[in-house]
């Protein structure tokens, strides 16, 4: 039972974080910075730096 669950979370973090990478990445490509982005998104400039670190996305500076 307690397999079943970690596996579960597991999956339900792979499928939030590929959902924030699409986010994050299309926001991103519609201006390229990480305020419009955030200001996209609706959340902080600082957690759209954080999480695009935390997913791999390279931001151009």
Request: proline share 0%.
């Amino acid at each position: 039972m307690r397999h079943a669950r970690a596996r579960r979370d597991r999956c339900r973090r792979a499928i939030v974080a590929e959902v924030e990478r699409r986010a994050i990445e299309g926001a991103l490509a519609t201006g390229g910075s990480t305020r419009r982005a955030a200001e996209l998104l609706g959340i902080d400039q600082s957690t759209v730096v954080k999480k695009a670190k935390r997913l791999g996305i390279r931001i151009e500076r």
